[in-house]
């Protein structure tokens, strides 16, 4: 039955992939916001309330 | 009905972004090792598991493939409830799930497509057929993409949480008027007869490594979803410092 | 029948433009908010018109009269744009406002006459100036009856004889018993108004 | 209220070219159509109601995107969400709903029938079709301004609007193409689907104004 | 005029959401298709072709009347006309035409392939249709362009002649339909319309964006 | 470098708004353009920009220096609309009108400092105030340079600061030998302006 290995190799080859690239996304994204973040912190910037900031989501 | 209120409050206390933030902190990295555990152990078992006598090998796309579609439909059904925070509730972190929620759940969708779609090439001769189950999963991913695109087009995230909000509970009602409709329709024009497994007489040898597979992947979703919701709340904090700053400092140049 | 304010707090995109804004507006005066470009001159009027928001506190009408029942539902409100269709001539647009509205208190001829548009009140809207533009938005607020005008830049192109004719206007609204709340950064030659200076974009 | 409907007729015949534009692509889709199913007769009448219903379904997109927009931009919109208390928000979104399909849609259904023929349909498919159409199409014109009252605030909401509503007009297609073969073909029964179509529609009567009202109140900034 | 493409794409995408959503459109209208005619995929392989041609249309028909509109209501127009012994007026609507499709029409020509597998349409069928999309496209936004630039110049009777004008789209469509199934079926050529798909396309490309600047130039007012 | 009229008439709609008109504005110097709504100022300084017909005369720019081919390239238009997108950041616009038209004088940055709005650069236009807006616009003016300025009631809407700031941004130019032409109902606080007062609405 090794003639449909392409398909099964096909199938977990593009979720590995994919996956991959999803949780790449999420990372990177993560590093943008904190060192965003980490630099408005240093020039002295404050958010006015936690809570407001948050709460105009 | 006093009691109603401060119980909500208190429960809506408990969930203000910032406790979530000190929370997932602490709480992300052991879900992580779980997840990577879990997804290891299922896939070892997956490549052990026997072939199917009528699917052969190319049964072990099974392993993927329910787990994704499974997911596909947990995570709108997530994301409806989150609208439902939003619209309701008005709770902050509710449009903050649905936003983080939505890429997650359109990349799963795809892959149950896509695996869906590899595997029906060897079993049915096709890619594709327009059959029930598989036109709604479509539909689905359609919807996700069209929820996504929204909350990409509108920056605002006070107005886009409404707008999108409408939207997923709208198109939740779409769900299962579509897998009724789709019969309807079926009955209408000889459809191409799909073969399917019967879904309740699945041999134990493949059913382990499928709740495996199928635990280790919704551990990975809860897991992004968490980071993406912490990525989403950092987002907005540093898009209301940068207006704080540029402010204080446009009243400096005024005065 | 008093316009009241308290503790109004307005916000855009996050930012909070004014806190803690108490004032009163009784029947038969206006109220001039003025502030420099940025402010939040408008967001107050769209605040009090119920078309956005309000961050905190409350904006009411009192004693409202003449079956209203919501500051919304008895206010007039003229904003930058003067929501009339180009294609629709300025009769057709005033009939349209005035029978949507209701309560008319003026024909539309007697309206276009009082704003010094009697003549061409079959023109295309598009085809108006500036200045003639603003003054059909204002016929607006004469043929349906509202006792709040909110007025954002009112004056906005009139030329000098048209604001002099706009100031008697809103003289008129206000001797009989109306309230103007005008955003404004020219002089509206009126008698009696407070004013409500919003402060530097903050 | 008539003012209103008024208005908005009076400026989709005197402005917009959305009447004409439509029944154009409505004609594009039925030409097309027989190139690409050959000229077999036979097959032509078989799809000629499903086409007539897809040719309708996109043509009424076409400008829908723009049924708020316009009021927006020029600041009409404020006004009208500032009249709810006189009238409810969500009647005036179905009666602009309703000169919208009387200007752009309804010249389709009109126009039906002459296209039916050319499809080389049965008399009875084609009254059936245009009845479909009639009672159906509206239902579109209703989810459509769900579509384009969440997209109002998006210069360009044209082909998001669409995206948002088609998945929701598929019931609405499959019910009308149903009732139309109903008509003709022994087994597939008539009233049932034409039924639940005007059920639908009556439905997005309600709900359609109700979601695009929330939306609207919500977009005003 | 590299800053007038960059900045009509940008428009493109940021007010209507990207790219994706030329791409997901495409993909709801075709998935309205087998609902209409049913999932027989015979017969939704023969239709393929017209199908994805008429996708095709109903994306660039959308948003295209506002292609100077938009520009005419927020003034910039005027400045683009003033620039006019910069940058020629007729290059300007080339590029703005250039940018239009690129935003709205060449995601879906990208997406094509994949609707045609959906469509269980043949490879050969697939790739005749995609080439053919890529060809005949542009001169549906060109010879629309002269339509909005018409409407633009003549308020009310612009209608009338955007309506003389629209149906010159219809030729494009069948000689690009008929070029794709001239791939697959013997009897019809490929060649002979797809060249002439490719000479209609040139012979707007020149033709469209003079009468268009033409029209423009005398509807400042 | 001036500009010249010479009996010049311009028609709407088939009505004549002027005629006869004849001026001369040379570099550095400043017309302002009066008159009642409706007199055709906004007419009059379309004719000049080359996008409407006249109806007689001619107007020119003679001796044009820096390589500009006619009045109409030379020219810079301020109309009451502002030509910006509201989707696209100020600086996305004003980077495209720079590069649109060239000539480059100021960098963006400098030219949004020059009117106040040096920290919001970043926000879509649609998010400004009308003050904020129109502030924008005159920054595209600063971005590419053009020896004449066409305004069309360039102050509408500003506050008190910016039409100071304003103010000098006009000098400025003159100063540099540029020509303005503007049409207004408000004084501009220029120094040497000639008047040109065109006749009641006709
Ligand atoms: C693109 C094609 C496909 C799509 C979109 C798709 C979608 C789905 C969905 C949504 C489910 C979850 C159903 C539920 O739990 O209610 C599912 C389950 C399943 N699918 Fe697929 N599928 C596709 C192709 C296939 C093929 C080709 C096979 C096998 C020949 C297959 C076999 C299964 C099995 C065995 C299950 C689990 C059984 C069950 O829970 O009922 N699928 N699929
Ligand atoms: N839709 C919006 N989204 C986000 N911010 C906005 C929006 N509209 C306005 N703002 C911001 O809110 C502030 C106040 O705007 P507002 O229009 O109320 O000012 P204003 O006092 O009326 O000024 P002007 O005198 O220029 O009319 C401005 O800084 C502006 O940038
Ligand atoms: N597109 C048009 N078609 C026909 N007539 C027009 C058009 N635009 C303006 N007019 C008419 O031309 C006359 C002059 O208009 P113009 O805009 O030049 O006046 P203006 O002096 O600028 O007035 P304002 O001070 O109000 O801006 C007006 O009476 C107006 O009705
Ligand atoms: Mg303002
Ligand atoms: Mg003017």
Redesign the pocket.
Known sequence: MSNHAGFILAAYGVSFIALAILIGWIFVDQRTQRQALQELELRGVRRRSEAKTDGAS | MSETVSKTARWIDWANPTRFMTFAAAFLPWLGGLTTLVLAVGFWMSMQAPDDYQQGATVKIMFIHVPFAWLSMMCYTIMTLAALGTLVWRHPLADVSAKAAAPIGAVFTALALVTGSLWGKPMWGTWWVWDARLTSVFVLFLMYLGIIALTRAIDDPAKSAKATAILTLVGFINIPIIKFSVDWWNTLHQPASVLRMGGSTIDPSLLWPLLVMAIGFTLLFFTLHMQAMRNEIWRRRVVAMRRVAARSAERRTVQ | MRLIAENLAGERGGDLLFEGLDFTVPSGEALLVTGPNGAGKSTLLRIIAGLLAKAAGQVRLEQISGGFESLTAASHYLGHLNAMKPVLSVEENLRFWGSFNGQGKLSIADALERVGLGD?GY??F?????????RASIARLLVSNRPVWLLDEPTA???KASERQFAALMQDHLRGGGIIVAATHLPLGLGNTRELALGAAA | MGALFIRDIRLGLRAGGGVLIGILFFLAVITVVPFGVGPDLKLLARIGAAMLWIGALLATLLGLDRLFQADRDDGSLDLLIMASERHMLALTVLIKCLAHWTVSVLPLVVASPLLGLFMNMEPAAIGATTLTLLVGTPAITLIGAVGAAVAVSLPRGGLLVSVIILPLTVPVLIFGVSASYGAVEDPAPFLAPFLILAAITLFFAVLGPLAAAAALKSSAD
């Open positions: 061409i023109l295309p598009g085809y108006l100036s500036t200045g003639q533009k603003r192109g009139l030329d």
